[in-house]
Structure formats: C-alpha cells, structure tokens
C-alpha cells in the first residue's frame, strides 16, 4: 500500500498508508480540520536489506577502502 503524506493546518503533516484506490483524506483525524494531500512527498519508501541498485557497489566502497587502508598502513 502506498503511503500518503498529508497536511494539517493545525496539527502538521503526517503520514497515512492507503490502498491506492481510496479517496484522499479531507479531514485530519487528530483535530478534524481540513487536509490537503502533498504530492510527490515522501516517494517510495524502502525498508530493508537488498532494495537499493547501488548497494552492491557500497559494499564494494568499503572493501576498496579498507585494502587501501591496510596498504597505507603496510608502507
């Protein structure tokens, strides 16, 4: 489900998961006054190992860096 990021007059923002074919909020269900959804905000959310396309190569980064760090240590 998609999560939804929204904004209260009085309260702030805040998030909500929707399923993608639910109406927008119209009130807020703190204090009941009326939202507005912000589009494009927060994106797609990730949570967990193996999600990102440039994981592998920070893996590889910190391999490069630590060799390099037991060469210079080694001269």
Known sequence: ????????????????????KDEPLEECPECGGKVKRIIGAPG?????????VNQENKKSEKKEKKNKENTDKAS
């Open 1 to 20: 489900m998609p999560t939804y990021l929204y904004e209260c007059k009085s309260c702030g923002r805040f998030e909500k998961f929707q399923n993608i």
């Open 44 to 52: 797609i959310i990730f949570k967990g190992s193996n999600f990102y």
